[in-house]
């Protein structure tokens, strides 16, 4: 079985099923990254890589509607979600409009 090195970026909301998921990242030697952030190192999969994360990830853990996992991989080189999708960005809104414009 191909083994490659992954990053999980997890959440879970408030109430999320962290016992199960620190759980499933301690049997794999996760390393911590950063709020919500875990590396794994070797992890071994067969086929498609999101899907067998994914797979192990929902056998594992109880996955509430608004749960979100982000999977980042080296190879195969992608970065994805595997479980949930992306939200409203919370810096939305805090540019500065930089117009070169005159007021007259």
């Not at 879970?12 to 794999?28: I, M, V």
């Not at 950063?34 to 992890?43: H, K, M, N, Q, T």
């Amino acid at each position: 079985m191909p083994t490659t090195k992954i990053w999980i970026s997890y959440d879970l909301g408030l109430n999320g099923d962290y016992q199960s998921l620190y759980t499933w990242l301690d049997n794999y030697k996760a390393k911590e990254c950063g709020d919500s952030v875990a590396i794994i190192r070797e992890y071994q999969y067969s086929g498609d890589l999101a899907g067998h994360v994914a797979k192990a990830l929902k056998k594992a853990i109880s996955f509430r509607k608004n749960d979100r996992i982000y999977l980042i991989c080296t190879k195969p080189s992608y970065a994805r979600f595997i479980i949930g999708g992306r939200k409203r960005s919370p810096w939305i809104g805090y540019s500065v409009n930089t117009d070169d414009q005159t007021d007259e």
